[in-house]
């Protein structure tokens, strides 16, 4: 079991950056691959960004590539993302996710936070 918190939301304007932050309590976190997923309003929710294991591999979605950077301690059970550039479409809930598998399907991940908001006011 794994028990995933964020924080780090909040209201930002356009062009300004957020850091959220996700702690992880419970089994092995470095056994984990670690993504972020986001579910803006009236719309499913997306892939944005995962990590694995050992941090040495990354991968990212079109929209977020190259302004946002994802990265993890393992030392302290943490996972982060840096939002850089923000603009209105990054308005969304912020999840943390922990799954077994390098991947980014939603269905692979096993553990979820309880979401943090980001609104980017244009």
């Known amino acids: 079991q794994v028990q995933l918190v964020e924080s780090g939301g909040g209201l930002v304007q356009a062009g300004g950056s957020l850091r959220l932050s996700c702690a992880a309590s419970?089994?092995?976190?470095?056994?984990?691959?670690m993504a972020w997923f986001r579910q803006a309003p009236g719309k499913k929710r997306e892939f944005a960004a995962t990590?694995?294991?050992?941090?040495?591999?990354?991968y990212y979605a079109d929209s977020v590539k190259g302004r946002f950077t994802i990265s993890r301690d393992n030392a302290k059970n943490m996972v982060y993302l840096q939002m850089n550039n923000l603009n209105a479409e990054d308005t969304a809930v912020y999840y943390c996710?922990?799954?077994?598998?390098?991947?980014?399907?939603?269905?692979?991940?096993?553990?979820w936070g309880q979401g943090t908001q980001v609104t980017v006011s244009s």
């Open positions: 996710a922990a799954s077994l598998t390098y991947n980014v399907r939603s269905q692979r991940y096993s553990y």
């Open positions: 419970g089994r092995s976190f470095s056994s984990y691959s």
């Open positions: 990590i694995n294991q050992s941090g040495g591999s990354t």
